[in-house]
């Protein structure tokens, strides 16, 4: 996880424009200009940032996953790694 953060950081600084994922850069509009994807990509990105769907079940999505799992495990205390 800390690896692809830092991956994905660097690639935000360079795709920092809003309405394209804040991950992979992709356009979140549709050749209409309507507003197509968009998910929150927290814990990744800053509050205006949208990431596409794909990034969302890639990246996001076991980010938050992970992070539950280690409440559980915290609050558990059980001491079992990941
Ligand atoms: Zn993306």
Not at 6 to 28: H, I, P
Not at 42 to 65: K, L
Request: charged share 30%; net charge negative; aromatic share 10%.
């Amino acid at each position: 996880m800390e690896a692809n953060y830092e991956k994905t950081k660097e690639r935000m600084s360079k795709d920092e424009e809003y309405g394209n994922c804040c991950f992979c850069g992709v356009s979140l509009f549709d050749p209409n200009g309507i507003w197509h994807f968009g998910h929150n990509p927290a814990p990744y990105g800053d509050d205006d940032d949208r990431c596409c769907n794909e990034c969302n079940e890639v990246i996001v999505v076991p980010t938050r996953f992970q992070q539950m799992r280690d409440l559980i495990n915290a609050a558990n205390d059980n001491g079992e790694e990941e």
